[in-house]
């Protein structure tokens, strides 16, 4: 006698088998259903957890054709060793790619107003600057801006990209911010009048950044309303510094800002392919 298929779904109507990927540590995907999208750093028995670039972390179940993984349709499966994992991360929060060289560098820039500033910038956004060959420059002060963007001379495969101390409407800061229209050059600024600002309260052990009089330098305000010494304000940042160990410890109104100049600089030419200076 013939043996026929308990199944009786016609072919053409049954599913195409998806290929099963391990959910490994620092395995980037997006779940479907929600759009959300970030690494994996637990697998256990039935579930997975993800967390996005912003350290949001969403817990899905393990389900057959339930993720995306670089636009397809995957099945995750529990590792072999599978146990509590995390992946390595840059201080950015973005998946560190083990071996990477730093890239040839763009034409593109990014400039960024005031020392401490690029300090900041260097120690958080560091090792994902050099992954995508940007190379960050200091901007003494925004008086220079015009003539620095004039002597770039930005276009389609050299974008300019600057980050303002103090960016808010009506400022002096916001009016020579505002002269710069090149298409390819983009300004941007944090509202802070300092970048100290810029690093989280609780990341220092203070209940906040203290209110400094008008006319008064606002650093040695800082130092003294906290009983730090005001005589040395460039120790006292690098004390500051040493506390940032990731974006955990900024204000989201410089992440954002930050993270919007990468973007704009490493954005694809006219033409499609990498601007001209990239490898």
């Known amino acids: 006698m013939r043996q026929y298929s308990a199944d009786l779904t016609p072919p053409w109507k049954k599913p195409k088998p998806v290929p099963e990927v391990a959910a490994e540590p620092g395995l980037v995907v997006e779940e479907p259903g929600t759009g959300f999208c970030g690494a994996v750093i637990r697998c256990e028995a039935g579930t997975v957890t993800l967390e996005d670039r912003f350290g949001k972390h969403r ?45 040839v560098a763009r034409a593109g820039r990014i400039y960024v107003e005031g020392r401490h500033d690029a300090e900041l910038v260097e120690k958080v956004w560091g090792d994902d600057l050099r992954v995508e060959g940007v190379v960050v420059e200091y901007l003494e002060g925004v008086d220079d801006l015009p003539s620095i963007v004039a002597e770039f001379a930005p276009g389609p495969d050299a974008r300019l990209g600057v980050l303002v101390d103090h960016l808010v409407p009506g400022t002096k800061e916001w009016r020579i911010a505002r002269s710069v229209t090149s298409e390819h050059a983009l300004v941007v600024g944090h509202p802070y009048i300092d970048i100290w600002e810029a690093v989280k309260p609780a990341s220092l052990g203070i209940p906040g950044w203290p209110r400094v009089p008008h006319g008064q330098d606002w650093k040695t305000g800082v130092c003294r309303a906290l009983g730090w010494p005001s005589d040395n304000t460039g120790a006292v940042w690098q004390a500051i510094l040493k506390q940032v160990d990731s974006y955990k410890d900024l204000e989201p109104e410089l992440l954002g800002r930050v993270e919007e100049l990468i973007d704009f600089v490493t954005a694809a030419g006219p033409s499609g392919g990498p601007p001209s200076g990239g490898a």
């Open 59 to 103: 817990v899905f179940p393990l389900e057959p054709r339930g993720f995306l993984l670089e636009g397809r349709v995957v099945t995750l499966v529990r590792p072999p060793s599978a146990g509590p994992v995390r992946p390595t991360r840059t201080a950015s929060g973005s998946v560190a790619v083990p071996g990477a060289r730093a890239r």
